[in-house]
């Protein structure tokens, strides 16, 4: 396994790599968990070279952000990704990727990402999508690899690839969960004991939903809420947002008909965590489930 921090030798290892060969990127800020394998698991299956890249993004976090405490773990994350069979770890420094001239930036515009986590987090998706650009510039992969927890931003990132034309395939895996249902993110490691007991009710209340929507439910405004009312009882737990959306729009349903994404975003201690549910009314969430597995499972693999 190749660790690489300078773009030109990036760019000059890829293209070394020619067709048929293809080459899966999964890009990251560190910090691995589960989430993170699962994702680099399903590139080196699909693709004959993967790509890994490390870098926390300082563009993407605004004032009063954890940037500077963000979880940093480069060692261990180069273990595991040789671990993983991973062909390049690329992590670049922040003057590598932003010089101190830097001023270009993709700015995403429309509801899409002025909404949810795009108003709680002014400037968020931009930063986003200007790594990523840089990243798929570098790297140039034919897959690219997302984790479905970050649902707004798996939305982002196919608009930015798909309107500027990007020869990338954006694949997207399911949110991997502790046993007791808390998504895997690396901002878990903030939490104390307390705290981290305070957090499943994040994916508590989003099951909560799921029943309410399978029990008849069907007005979205009494669902939201509902779960303001579960969240307030946790007393560690303030709530930033929650919402009953369109999947493929985010905009608000007026009611429930067929599939809904619920998603929230809860401050517990240092930690701002988010998480989402696709809800269908009408039929249970594991059939649901079962039919995306199995689209999933149907994407060609690379030979
Ligand atoms: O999801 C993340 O870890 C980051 O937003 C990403 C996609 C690596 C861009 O910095």
Known sequence: MRLIKEISQMKDCRKKIKAPQTVGLVP???AFHEGHLSLIRKARQQCDKVVVSIFVNRIQFGKGDDYQRYPRNLSEDISLSEKEGVDVVFAPSLEEMYPQ????????????????????????????????IKLFNIVKPDFSYFGEKDYQQVLIVKKVVDELNLDTQIIVLPTIREKDGLALSSRNSYLNKEERKAAVILYKALEKAKLWIEEGERNPFSIVSKIKDLIKKESLAKLDYVAVVNPETLEKVEDIKGEVLALLAVSIGKARLIDNLLLIAGRSYLEKKEKKFSIERSIKKCE
């Open 28 to 30: 990251t800020m560190g």
């Open 101 to 132: 001239d830097y001023s270009t930036f993709v700015q995403v515009g429309g509801p899409l990402s002025s909404t949810l986590e795009g108003a709680s987090r002014s400037g968020h998706f931009k930063g986003v999508a200007t790594v990523l």
